[in-house]
């Protein structure tokens, strides 16, 4: 390959030259491209995170509201008749219809337990517990901060006071959620880890300290070292990227629970999407190191008179190499007296070919629901920027299934699936070439109608609507969904969303199943 006084020879030199540029544009191709995948994936996961937060602090707000109204239905039973000396019985019955808690059970002004459903140890005694003084000091329904009970293990109390018709305070009535027990928490979060990407949930207390975590021994440790948990703190929503009170850098959404002032979060470790990122690349080096050793093969047979071709060859690979997204450069000119010089040119063409076609797949599957196979929020988002600097006019359709939490509760999340699908084809099909159909997240899509007046976006609103609740879904019935619209003409580009969200929760406090217009 080399000679003292001449140097290398040119056949060498040619194919180290080819070998070099083409693992040269490959690399640069493919680091360009894996950074650019791994920023969607982190973006996408902070964004869906955040949903999922905001989801389960409204979920766990409207849960509270419900046990400390069903304790008030209860005692306002027992003051209308206080001496008919049944108070037990009304402790199991309430039990026996509501199952997040623990335990139901009556307290006298001295702190002294009563009576308790079921029966435990403490009946009889008096109640100690930072808990149980709260609620006779302060004498109002109230949730309190995790405690230490006479049990010797750590419970939130949610209480409700009783008064006679004279206004004398009688006591109270108390519900215990043993955290380190089966209980609520683990009923509506429970199911929530992800084993494949690591990502789980832990809920905090006013004073940052954990109520619920999977890891049920590490019930009580303060996390406020965690910057989302000091967002949350603040009654503030939103995601982040943290480093947790063990070292790990994750991705966060959180959300408040303003009835408790707890905080929700939902965490993702980044090493997950990094990994699935590397899995992504070695999907594409699949397919593109065969061409590679093809090209490597055939470099290393080039003979002396194509360097000329060779050259042209490396400086389109220098000049593609640049390139961030467009491969689609022309190639140089074939010369048809060279064999070597046509295949080689033919084999970078090849593997540059599978390239785009890996990253145009790539990003195809960040732009696109993977359930529902719709446009997804980060797709809406860029179209939105582009109809605006377009100066289109736009009307937008925010849409929610009814009761969907219902659909999963009762036929599961599997079927519930189904129904989203469903939804999504029956949008897609209503729209057809008028519109783009869009999942915004959970059970809300979006339907976004360019060049289309606003009564003919609320015609075609209707139509759907009227056929989604005729049509049988796939869990056997018609589902209904709620629809708002609005008009850029009237609320602008950045307001079009809020203004078609706001009108939707119109359509769903007014009753749900119609279309509300901004």
């Known amino acids: 390959m080399r000679n003292k006084k001449k140097g290398f020879t040119l056949t060498f030199l040619s194919s180290l030259l080819v070998t070099l540029s083409v693992i040269l544009t490959l690399g640069i191709s493919i680091f360009v491209g894996t950074h650019g995948i791994k920023d969607a994936l982190i973006a996408n996961t902070l964004t869906m995170n955040r949903i999922n937060a905001e989801k389960l602090a409204v979920t766990t707000n409207d849960l509270f509201n419900s046990m400390k109204n069903s304790l008030a239905v209860t005692a306002d039973l027992l003051e209308r008749d206080w001496g008919r000396g049944d108070i ?79 206004g004398v305070y009688l006591g109270y009535i108390g519900g215990s959620i043993m955290l380190q027990e089966k209980n609520i928490f683990q009923t509506i979060l429970g199911s929530y880890p992800d084993i494949q990407t690591g990502s789980y949930i832990f809920v905090v207390n006013s004073k940052g300290q954990l109520i619920y975590h999977p890891n049920a021994s590490r019930i009580g440790d303060d996390v406020t070292s965690n910057p989302s948990v000091d967002e949350v703190l603040h009654e503030k929503s939103g995601q982040q990227r943290v480093v947790n ?108 070919s599978r390239m785009q076609s890996q990253m145009n797949h790539l990003s195809l599957q960040a732009q696109t629901d993977a359930l529902t196979g719709l446009h997804n929020r980060r797709s809406l ?31 599961g999340h599997d079927r519930g699936d189904d129904v989203l699908k469903y939804l999504a084809q029956t949008m897609e099909h209503h729209v057809r070439e008028s519109g783009v159909c869009f999942r915004y997240g959970g059970e809300e899509f979006v339907i976004v109608l360019p060049n289309v007046s606003k009564q003919t976006a609320y015609d075609l609103a209707e139509q759907l609507r009227a056929a989604v609740e005729v049509t049988v879904s796939p869990i056997n019935k018609p589902i209904t969904v709620s629809i708002g619209l609005s008009a850029s003409d009237e609320c602008g ?14 359509a769903k406090q007014s009753g749900r199943n119609r279309t509300v217009t901004a």
């Open 245 to 352: 009170t063990r070292g790990v850098d994750m991705l966060a959404g959180y959300a408040p629970v303003p009835v408790t002032r707890w905080g929700v979060i939902v965490q993702t470790p980044t090493q997950s999407v990094v990994s699935l990122t590397s899995q992504l690349v070695s999907s594409v080096l699949k397919y593109t190191l065969p061409g590679i050793a093809l090209l490597l093969i055939i470099a290393w047979l080039i003979a002396v008179k194509i360097s000329k071709p060779l050259y042209l060859l490396a400086e389109y690979a220098r000049t593609i190499s640049n390139q961030e997204h467009n491969l689609k450069l022309p190639m140089p000119r074939s010369h048809n007296w060279n064999y070597e010089t046509n295949q080689l040119r033919s084999a970078i063409g090849l593997a540059v």
């Open 381 to 411: 988002d860029a179209r939105m920027e582009k109809w605006a600097h377009d100066e289109m006019p736009l009307c937008m359709l925010v849409l929610d299934i009814d009761r969907f939490k219902s659909v999963n509760d009762m036929y």
């Open 493 to 506: 580009y950045a307001g079009l969303f809020a203004a078609a969200d706001r009108a939707l929760y119109r």
């Open 88 to 166: 037990q019985k009304q402790l199991d019955l309430f039990r026996s219809v509501n199952q997040n808690f623990n335990s139901i059970y009556f307290v006298d002004p001295q702190g002294i337990m009563r009576q308790s459903s079921p029966r435990n140890e403490l009946q009889g005694t008096k109640l100690t517990s930072s808990g149980s003084a709260e609620a006779i000091m302060e004498k109002k329904p109230l949730v309190s901060d995790p405690y230490i009970g006479g049990t010797s293990k750590p419970l939130v109390q949610v209480s409700q006071p009783l008064f006679n018709r004279e």
